[in-house]
Structure formats: structure tokens, C-alpha cells
């Protein structure tokens, strides 16, 4: 079955006569003047003229010399007798819609729109690059401003921790495919998971189509519609026995007090319920330096830090941004 074909309208520019038929009116009854393609419009539902028996050729061309539109078979121009050799086809109304404004002009103020749009993003563009550019090199002049200080050593501090873990039941949650092989007490409960896209019929709206030739023609499009659909999984939850932190056991002191790691007192050993294991040692040995009265600190390793005798003079760098560089110090006489 053919599509069914309708007559476009057209304004006419010279008297102002509306709604003048595509097809059949190739010139103005009112004043003569021939159809300008460019005035083309489609039609409102309540002005649409079907077009019977209508012979499609392609689309109407545009006499090189005088711009006259010519059915697309015409040899010669029937504005000025010019041959139609290398004429170019008739510009086609988008869109579908009713009664639309002036292309020309649209395509003018779009143009222009676009200009001002493309001007703007390079305006925010520049200055968004410059703002990064100047924050980078504040950044960068901070990190290179760097002095040399004098320091002296005025304290040593070391702090040694023992992290002490017990046994006990903990309350956990998770898909069931991913529950532990050691779960107990579970509850299974069934909850969305995911979703997923299911078809649900089709959307479908008609198209007008401009012919070229001073008609359009209609179609209906579908596209396929989806629901999403929620996908249901079990989810648990259940009880394990696990090793925990549950306190720790710190040791301080200075230069003078050796080390030592603190005693820990465990309630139970074991790996029963309460029971409880020494876990993770961690250990901090910090010098503190006099910087013209300000105090600055540095953690290293134990032999570095036992090497840095009180009172004595060490130069170093300090940056606005990073502090102290406590790798690039050297000893004073």
C-alpha cells in the first residue's frame, strides 16, 4: 500500500497571499509571481489536501540562472529557458510539524545562535584553562619556595602499640551466593537485586516527510518500548565468629627510657567466644627540632632517631606547602 501524499503550503513573498498549494499552485493566482521552495510549510491536520494519483519524479531543481523551481524531468527552465544541466535539488522541509517560519530567516538566527554559543564556550574555555594554569603555578611557585633553616634538637619521643583482637560473633549481610562457607543463625529474606529491561509494546507516531515537489508524504515509526522489570535474589543475614580489634596496649617515653614493647594481658587464649590474640605492632620514633621557637617534627627509624644527640645543629629546607623536608637534613658543627 502507497503512503498517502498531501500538498505542502507556501506563502507567497511578493503579495503576501497564505496558504497557497505546493503542487497545485506552481505560481501565485493572486499576483503571478512563481513559487519560492524556501516558503514551503507543512500543513495543520485540518488543512491537509490529499493528493490523488500524483506521479513522483524526485524532488523540484533550482535553475542555475534565475533560481526558478522546475519539476525535477524539466529539461529547461520554465522561468527563463535556461538549461537545467548541473541544477541542484530544492532544499527539503524538516521537522514534520505544522505551519512553520521562514527557513532562510531560522537558519540565519540558528547560525547565529550557534556562533554566539561556540564564542562563549571558548570564552569559558580560555578562562577555565587560564584560573588551572594559575593555580598550578601557585602550587608550583608554593612547592618551590623553599628556605634553609637552622634547627636544634630539643626532644625525642617514641611510642610503641600493640593491637589486641578478640573472638566473637558478628551480625553480617550479604547476597547469599557470597555468604560465607562459616555462616550460621541465617535469615533469608527476598529483595531486588537488580533490574532489568523488559519489552513492553511499541511507541509509534507518524512522520511527515517533505517530497521536494511540493508535496509530503506520511508514515508511521515504531520503536520498542521497555519497562524495567525488578529481578529478585536472596538476601542474608546471618552471624560469624571472627577475630576483631577490640583495644590496644601503648608504651611511651624519651631518649632515656629503652624501647619496649608494652606488656599485653590477654583476658583468654584461645579462639573461643571472648578469647583473645595480639594483633597488628606498630611503632613511631619522633625528634623535635627548635626552629627560632617554633617546634617542627620528624618521624624516622629507630638508628636515625638514636643518632641525633640533644642540642645538636642540623640545616634543613622548609616549604610553605610540605613543611620540614626531614629526608634532606645535615649535621652542623
Not at 524532488?59 to 538549461?83: Q, S
Request: hydrophobic share 30%; charged share 35%; net charge neutral.
Amino acid at each position: 500500500m502507497d503512503e498517502p501524499v498531501y500538498e505542502m503550503l507556501w506563502d507567497c513573498e511578493f503579495c503576501s497571499t497564505r496558504k497557497l498549494l505546493g503542487k497545485t499552485h506552481r505560481y501565485c493566482p493572486n499576483c503571478g509571481a512563481p513559487q519560492n521552495p524556501a516558503k514551503r510549510y507543512f500543513p495543520t491536520e485540518e488543512e491537509k489536501i490529499a493528493v490523488e494519483e500524483h506521479e513522483y519524479h524526485g524532488a523540484d531543481r533550482l535553475c542555475v540562472a534565475c533560481r526558478t523551481a522546475n519539476h525535477a524531468k524539466t529539461k529547461f527552465c520554465v522561468g527563463c529557458g535556461g538549461p537545467m544541466e548541473g541544477a541542484k535539488s530544492v532544499a527539503l522541509v524538516s521537522g514534520g510539524g505544522p505551519e512553520g517560519p521562514d527557513r532562510a530567516a531560522m537558519a540565519e538566527v540558528k547560525e547565529w545562535e550557534k556562533r554566539e554559543h561556540a564564542g562563549k564556550l571558548k570564552l569559558a574555555a580560555k578562562a577555565g584553562a587560564g584560573l588551572l594554569v594559575l593555580a598550578a603555578l601557585v602550587l608550583l611557585g608554593l612547592r618551590l619556595s623553599s628556605k634553609e633553616v637552622e634547627l636544634s634538637v630539643n626532644g625525642h619521643h617514641w611510642e610503641r602499640e600493640i593491637e589486641v583482637e578478640s573472638f566473637r560473633t558478628m551480625k553480617e549481610t550479604s547476597w547469599c551466593d557470597s555468604m560465607p562457607l562459616d555462616a550460621y543463625d541465617v535469615l533469608r529474606t527476598r529483595e531486588v537485586r537488580s533490574h532489568e529491561s523488559v519489552p513492553d509494546g511499541e511507541d509509534c507516531k507518524t512522520v511527515r516527510k517533505d517530497r521536494g515537489d511540493g508535496t509530503f508524504s506520511e508514515e508511521e515509526q515504531c520503536a520498542p518500548r521497555y519497562r524495567q522489570e525488578p529481578v529478585y535474589d536472596h538476601r542474608c543475614r546471618y552471624s560469624v565468629d571472627r577475630w576483631a580489634r577490640a583495644r590496644s596496649e601503648n608504651a611511651r617515653g624519651g631518649l632515656s627510657d629503652p624501647p619496649a614493647w608494652p606488656k599485653v594481658r590477654l583476658k583468654r587464649e584461645g579462639a573461643c567466644e571472648g578469647c583473645e590474640r595480639e594483633g597488628a605492632r606498630k611503632e613511631r620514633f619522633t625528634v623535635a627540632f627548635d626552629d627560632k621557637g617554633k617546634t617542627r617534627t620528624c618521624l624516622f627509624g629507630e638508628d636515625r632517631w638514636r643518632s641525633m644527640a640533644p642540642g645538636s645543629k642540623w640545616k634543613g629546607k622548609v616549604n610553605r606547602l610540605t613543611g620540614l623536608d626531614c629526608s634532606g637534613l645535615t649535621s652542623l658543627p
